[in-house]
C-alpha cells in the first residue's frame, strides 16, 4: 500500500509543508504523498480517527491543534511531553499513534553549531520559548535567562521546566553583552506587525547569533536591527525545515537535504538566501 502523510490545522492552505515534504519524497525516491487537511475545530477527534482508518502513515500538526490533539493520541513522545504540545504524530510498527515535538530541536539545529557553553537569552515567554527551552535542557544546556514583557510569565516557564533564570526586558538590556545567542519568540515581529522591539541591541557581544522564530517577513524588525550591528542572524525559515526534517526521518528512516530545502524555500518567498 502506498504511503502518505499530512499537515492538518486551520488554516492550512499557507503551510509550506506539502511543498517541503513532496519535494524531499521525490528526492529521497520514496513512493508516497503529503497532502494538507483543512480540520473544523470541532472536528478534530473525527479527523484523527478517519486518518487512522484511512491508513495515514503519520502527519504533522500545527495551529490551532497541537495541545488539543494530545487525548486523541495512544502516547505522546518525552519530547511532546515536556511543552504539552504534539506537531508529529508517528504511526508504528503495530499500529499505534505517538506523538513528538520537533519544533525546539528543530530550531536548535537551524542554529548551527553551538556549545553547551554559550550563553543563551529567550526573549519571551509563550508556547514557542516553552518549545526551545525544553529542548535545551533536552541537549544539556544550562547558561540561559528568559526576559519577557510580563516577569511573572517568566518565572513561571523557568519554574516549570526546572531550567534557566527569569529576568526583565530591563535587565536583559543592560546585560546584553553576556550573550552568545539571542532568540526573538513574540509574535511583535510577524508581516504586519508594528509593534516596537521587545528590547535595545545596543549593547549586543560582536559575534553574537540573532535569531527570531519568524520567517514571514524573511527579515523582521528584530533582526533588520540586529544587522546593524556585527552578528549572525537567523530567521525562522530554518526552524520551519529542520523540524519538517525531523518528522520526515521519523517516518522514513532518513533525513533529508536541510541546507537546499532553506535555499529553494527562500527565493519562494522572494528573500536572497545567504548561507550561514
Not at 504534539?86 to 548551527?112: A, C, H, M, P, Q
Not at 514557542?128 to 535545551?136: K, L, N, S, W
Amino acid at each position: 500500500m502506498k504511503k502518505w502523510f499530512a499537515v492538518i490545522g486551520k488554516p492550512i492552505a499557507h503551510s509550506l509543508s506539502p511543498y517541503m515534504h513532496s519535494a524531499w519524497l521525490k528526492e529521497q525516491h520514496i513512493d508516497a504523498s503529503y497532502i494538507p487537511i483543512l480540520v473544523e475545530e470541532e472536528k478534530l477527534q473525527d479527523a484523527v480517527n478517519s486518518l487512522k482508518l484511512l491508513g495515514c502513515s503519520g502527519w504533522n500538526v500545527t495551529v490551532p491543534y497541537k495541545e488539543a490533539i494530545i487525548p486523541y493520541l495512544d502516547e505522546i513522545d518525552q519530547s511532546a511531553r515536556g511543552i504539552g504540545a504534539v506537531n508529529t504524530v508517528v504511526k508504528t510498527e503495530d499500529g499505534r499513534f505517538v506523538g513528538y515535538n520537533t519544533d525546539g530541536l528543530g530550531f536548535i539545529e537551524s542554529l548551527g553549531p553551538i556549545r553547551q557553553t554559550n550563553h543563551i537569552l529567550i526573549v519571551g515567554a509563550g508556547g514557542a520559548a516553552r518549545g526551545i527551552v525544553h529542548a535545551f535542557k533536552q541537549l544539556g544546556f544550562s547558561h540561559i535567562a528568559i526576559a519577557n514583557r510580563t516577569f511573572a510569565n517568566a518565572k513561571r516557564l523557568v519554574e516549570e521546566l526546572q531550567l534557566g533564570q527569569a529576568i526583565t526586558l530591563e535587565e536583559a538590556e543592560d546585560t546584553l553583552a553576556q550573550f552568545d545567542i539571542i532568540i526573538h519568540t513574540t509574535p511583535q515581529g510577524m508581516k504586519n506587525s508594528t509593534a516596537t522591539l521587545p528590547i535595545q541591541l545596543n549593547q549586543i557581544k560582536e559575534h553574537a547569533i540573532v535569531a527570531d522564530i519568524v520567517y514571514n517577513p524573511l527579515v523582521t524588525p528584530f533582526l533588520e536591527e540586529a544587522k546593524k550591528y556585527n552578528v549572525r542572524t537567523v530567521n525562522g525559515l530554518g526552524m520551519l525545515v529542520h523540524q519538517g526534517a525531523i518528522a520526515f526521518s521519523y517516518w522514513n528512516g532518513v533525513k533529508p537535504n536541510t541546507e537546499q530545502m532553506v535555499e529553494r524555500l527562500t527565493e519562494q518567498l522572494g528573500g536572497n538566501y545567504v548561507n550561514r
